[in-house]
Structures are given as structure tokens and as C-alpha cells.
């Protein structure tokens, strides 16, 4: 497995370079990531994000974008002007979580 | 509480692995083209612009309905411009009248079988149903109600969910115009998300450089 050193820490990524240990990720970690695709993490970007983990950890998969309109109440169209051009995979990078696979 | 910070580095360190998100990508002037758009004949301009998919659907049959629907949603996740033409029977799809009614039927589908009923016997849920099983009064209802719990489970949105999801996503539905002067479909019956009833030649003009997928 590859590994990412940003700042003084290391982790450990798979080959596209999603975080493999959901516990390595903090808050500080995503607003450094989201520099890199010129994201400023204010709080309607974090808010899907926290979303994600919380509820990534209960189903052990990434929700999609529609499961985060269904269950998390994000609007499909807010998270697409919020992440512009592949907002599943852009947050699941920044939320330290696989890319997501659920097709719909 | 906040605290002044040094701004944050826009650029990874060198060797740092990090998903392509596509962002960086389009024409760079004087730049190689991207792969798969090197065979462009000579005399023909190439197409330039970011990712294209186009696609086409001509069925009304509740199980033709999803595959563009899946595979535009996820060309919109990817990034992709999306473009969907909806002619003859695919305008049930948008037809409010229609589209959260569309049917399923055995008859003609000889892929045809039951994952239930292996449990009955093992092997029988690869067996299809004899053909004559789905000329049966209130087969193809049940059939459709099937499927649509299948879909539900998966959590796979209606017909209408499914246009609105994929509007929400930034795609593109048109109607087609020759369908829909012929089947005397009026326009308060369209689905709100459908942008405008247009002509074949309308549709290939605006699929310049889609990949295009028939359905």
C-alpha cells in the first residue's frame, strides 16, 4: 500500500489514494486535501462530509449521492455546486473513506 | 478562536497519490490530445470540450427504462456532460401520464427466471419461464410489482425520483419531437425536468462529440 506524507504525518492510501484507515482522517486533514482540488472546507462543505462518516460507520459502505439526499437530506443539486465535477468522489477523499461503488 | 495560519499549500508534494478528479483536465493548447482522441480523420475538427455522453431511449418497458437512467447517473457523478433523448416508446418514460406505470412483461424475455425458486429446487432459478406463463391474465402486473419491490430493496428510485435525481445532477432530457407530435403527447404532461421538444437534427447537432449510447 502507498503512503501519503502531507504536513508531517503519513498515511496509508490505496493506489488511487483513498485513505485506507478511516481512523487516520481528521477535520485538518480534509482541509489540507481540499486545497489540492481548491476547496475551502467552510461548514456546508464539512456538513456532508460529517455525514458520510457518521454514516459510513454504520453501513461500512460510502453512501451515494443519492443516499445522501434520502438519508442525510443534502440536496443532490447543492453537493454538485458544492464538489463541481465528481462531488461522490471528491468527498469520500476528503471524508478519508473508499470511493464509493453503490451505482445509484 | 481563530488564529492566523499560514495559507494552506494548493499544490501535493511530490509522489503524493491522489485520485484523478478530472478538474485539470481539457485542452491545454500546443498539448498532446488526450488518449482515445488521437484518430480524428483528416478534414474534421475534433471535438475539444470536456466529456460528452449522449444518450438515446426508445423503450417503454419498465426494465429498458433503467439502464440510461443508471448510466447517466453515474456519467453525471464521473463529471460527465449528459445529454438524454427520449423518442417513440422511451416517451413514457417522461410522460407524467406514464411514467410511474411502466410495466415489466415475461412475454418475448427468455432471460426469464426466479432466484426464488431455488429455494423450491436447487438449479430452478436458472430455468426461464415458458413463454406461454407470461400471456397469463395479470402475469405482466405481477411481473412489474416483482421487480419494483427488487428495485426498491436495492433502493433504486421510480422512474420520476430517478428524472429529478438526474436534473438535480445537471443532465440534459429532450423529447423528441416527431414521437411526440405522433402520439399527441401535450406539453403539461411532461415531466418538469425535460428541457425541450426537439428535432432528430437538434439531438445529433447537440451530441457533437458524445459518446452515444441506444437504448
Redesign the interface.
Known amino acids: 500500500m502507498p503512503t501519503n506524507t502531507l504536513n508531517g504525518r503519513t498515511f496509508e492510501v490505496d493506489a488511487e489514494g483513498f485513505l485506507t484507515r478511516r481512523d487516520d482522517w481528521d477535520e485538518e486533514l480534509a482541509q489540507d486535501l481540499a486545497a489540492f482540488i481548491g476547496v475551502e472546507l467552510d461548514e456546508p462543505h464539512l456538513a456532508p462530509l460529517r455525514f458520510m462518516r457518521e454514516d459510513s460507520a454504520t453501513t461500512g459502505v460510502t453512501p451515494t449521492l443519492r443516499r445522501m439526499q434520502s438519508v442525510g437530506g443534502f440536496t443532490v443539486k447543492d453537493l454538485f455546486a458544492l464538489y463541481p465535477g465528481k462531488p461522490a468522489k471528491k468527498m469520500a477523499w476528503l471524508a478519508g473513506l473508499p470511493k464509493p461503488v453503490g451505482c445509484v | 478562536m481563530t488564529t492566523t495560519t499560514a495559507p494552506?499549500?494548493?499544490?501535493?508534494?511530490p509522489g503524493?497519490?491522489?485520485?484523478d478528479?478530472?478538474?485539470t483536465r481539457g485542452p491545454v493548447p500546443g498539448s498532446a490530445p488526450a488518449h482515445g482522441e488521437q484518430s480524428v480523420p483528416a478534414g474534421v475538427a475534433a471535438y475539444q470540450g470536456r466529456r460528452k455522453m449522449a444518450f438515446i431511449c426508445s423503450k417503454g418497458n419498465l426494465d429498458m427504462a433503467y439502464p440510461a437512467l443508471?448510466m447517466g447517473?453515474?456519467a453525471l457523478?464521473?463529471?460527465i456532460e449528459v445529454h438524454i433523448f427520449f423518442t417513440f416508446w422511451g416517451l413514457d418514460m417522461i410522460n407524467t401520464r406514464t411514467n410511474d406505470r411502466l410495466k415489466f412483461t415475461l412475454s418475448g424475455n427468455t432471460a426469464m427466471h426466479m432466484p426464488d425458486l431455488g429455494r423450491l429446487r436447487p438449479g430452478l432459478e436458472h430455468v426461464s419461464m415458458p413463454q406461454a406463463m407470461g400471456n397469463l391474465p395479470g402475469m405482466t402486473s405481477f411481473a412489474t410489482r416483482m421487480m419494483k419491490k427488487q428495485m426498491e430493496d436495492?433502493?433504486?428510485?421510480t422512474v420520476p425520483e430517478f428524472l429529478d435525481?438526474l436534473a438535480?445532477?445537471?443532465a440534459h432530457l429532450y423529447a423528441c419531437r416527431l414521437t411526440y407530435d405522433m402520439m399527441k403527447i401535450i406539453e403539461a404532461d411532461l415531466h418538469p425536468a425535460v428541457e425541450g421538444v426537439i428535432s432528430a437534427s437538434d439531438f445529433i447537432e447537440i451530441a457533437e462529440g458524445a459518446q452515444i449510447i441506444f437504448v
Open positions: 494552506r499549500v494548493t499544490t501535493p508534494p503524493f497519490v491522489m485520485p478528479f478530472g478538474d443508471i447517473n453515474a457523478g464521473e463529471g436495492l433502493d433504486i428510485p435525481l438535480a445532477s445537471g
